[in-house]
C-alpha cells in the first residue's frame, strides 16, 4: 500500500481533499487526520470491519477502546442510551475541544469500538480540519492517537507517517497540533463523574464546573488498577531508556547523570527548561521552555521524545513538573513514557 500525504491550510481547507478523504472513509479504510490534541488513525465508527482495521495498523490490543469523532450533537443521540444531566453540562461547556466523554452506548454501536463494553468514548474536535473531515464523511469517526501502539502519539503528519507508512492509504497533514497531548477522558456512565485520563481539561477547572467530579484511583495511587483498560498499557514510550527528575536539586542531578552516563559511552538527550538548558552544552538538548508554560511542555512534550529516538540517544533525562492542574496530566505521560522511572528529589 502506498501512503499518501495531503497538506491542507487551515485558514482555507480544500474541500476536494476533504473529499477523497471521506470516500475512503465511507469505502471502510483508513485516513489519519490531525486533531487540536494529536493525530488521529480514523475509520467508520459505525463499520466493524473498518474499525478492525485501526487495531491491525496500529499493533492495538483488542480490548484498548477506541474514541468516537463527532462533529455536531446530532450525531451523539444515536450512540448512547442515555446522556447524564452532568455530561449534558460538559457538553456545553467544553465541547467542541479536548474532552471525551463516556457513555452508556445504544446498540447502533460495534463491540469492536467499546472493546466489549457497555459504554462508549466520545468527544467532538475543535479542529476545523477533523471537523470538516467527519461533516464530508457524515458517520462518526473512530480514532485512537495515530501511531504505533505504546510509542508517542503523533502532532504532526511526518511522525505518523514515520509509524504507518504502507499500512494506511491516506494522511491530512493540518501542521503541528495545538495542544499536544490526549483529551480529558471522563467516566459519565455512573451516579457521578471520575477523570481517567487528565488532559487540557484539569481536575481543578472541571472540579468547579462538576463539584461532584473526582479523579480515577489509579490517578492517584501507582499501585491501583485503571478503570480505563487503554491506560494499563505501555504509552507514550520512547526507543531510549528514559528517566524524569522532580525537585529543586533537578538540574544538579541530571547534570551528574548525564556525565556518567557519558563516560560509560551513551549517547544522552535531555529534556529540561529554558533556564536550565546552558547546563546541557556538550549534550543532545530540547527545551521545554519557560517553567511557567506548561501549555508549551504539553506541546512539545512528544515531539521532543520522538525527536530524540531520530537522534538516536541511549538514555533520555528529562525534567518532569508538580503533578497539579496540567502538570498532572503532563506528568500522567512522562510517567508512562519512563516506565515510571520518577526520582524525587
Request: aromatic share 6%; charged share 25%.
Amino acid at each position: 500500500m502506498i501512503t499518501k500525504i495531503f497538506s491542507l491550510n487551515k485558514e482555507n481547507i480544500d474541500e476536494d481533499i476533504l473529499k477523497d478523504a471521506a470516500k475512503i472513509i465511507n469505502e471502510g479504510d483508513l485516513v489519519a487526520f490531525p486533531t487540536e490534541t494529536v493525530y488521529g488513525l480514523g475509520a467508520d465508527g459505525l463499520n466493524d470491519q473498518a474499525c478492525q482495521k485501526i487495531f491491525r495498523a496500529k499493533g492495538r490490543p483488542s480490548d484498548n477502546p477506541l474514541i468516537l469523532h463527532i462533529s455536531n450533537h446530532n450525531m451523539l443521540y444515536n450512540l448512547v442510551d442515555s446522556i447524564s444531566e452532568d455530561a449534558k453540562i460538559l457538553m456545553e461547556i467544553c465541547w467542541p475541544g479536548p474532552l471525551t466523554l463516556i457513555m452508556k452506548k445504544s446498540d447502533l454501536v460495534p463491540n469492536t469500538v467499546t472493546a466489549g463494553l457497555d459504554t462508549v468514548a466520545i468527544r467532538m474536535p475543535s479542529d476545523d480540519i477533523a471537523s470538516k473531515f467527519i461533516d464530508q464523511a457524515n458517520t462518526p469517526i473512530a480514532a485512537p492517537s495515530a501511531n504505533t501502539s505504546g510509542k508517542p502519539s503523533p502532532t504532526r503528519a511526518k511522525d505518523v507517517f514515520h509509524d504507518l507508512n504502507g499500512k494506511i492509504p491516506m494522511i491530512l497533514d493540518g501542521g503541528s497540533c495545538k495542544i499536544g497531548i490526549e483529551s480529558t477522558v471522563i467516566d459519565c456512565s455512573e451516579e457521578n463523574p471520575v477523570i481517567l485520563r487528565p488532559g487540557y481539561f484539569t481536575y481543578e477547572y472541571l472540579k468547579k464546573i462538576i463539584p461532584t467530579i473526582s479523579l480515577d484511583d489509579a490517578l492517584v495511587s501507582d499501585k491501583k488498577i485503571p478503570k480505563s483498560p487503554g491506560q494499563k498499557y505501555r504509552h507514550y514510550s520512547p526507543d531510549a531508556k528514559m528517566e524524569v527528575f522532580i525537585g529543586e536539586n533537578a538540574t544538579k542531578i541530571m547534570l551528574e547523570k548525564a556525565l556518567k552516563y557519558k563516560e560509560e559511552n551513551q549517547k544522552v538527550g535531555v529534556l529540561t527548561f529554558e533556564d536550565s538548558i546552558s547546563n546541557f552544552e556538550d549534550f543532545k538538548t530540547i527545551s521545554f521552555g519557560s517553567r511557567d508554560n506548561l501549555s508549551y511542555m504539553s506541546h512539545v512534550l512528544f515531539t521532543a521524545l520522538r525527536e530524540m529516538d531520530n537522534v538516536g540517544v541511549d538514555i533520555i533525562l528529562a525534567e518532569g513538573v508538580s503533578d497539579k492542574d496540567l502538570g498532572k496530566s503532563i506528568m500522567n505521560r512522562m510517567k508512562k513514557s519512563a516506565s515510571n522511572n520518577i526520582i524525587y528529589l
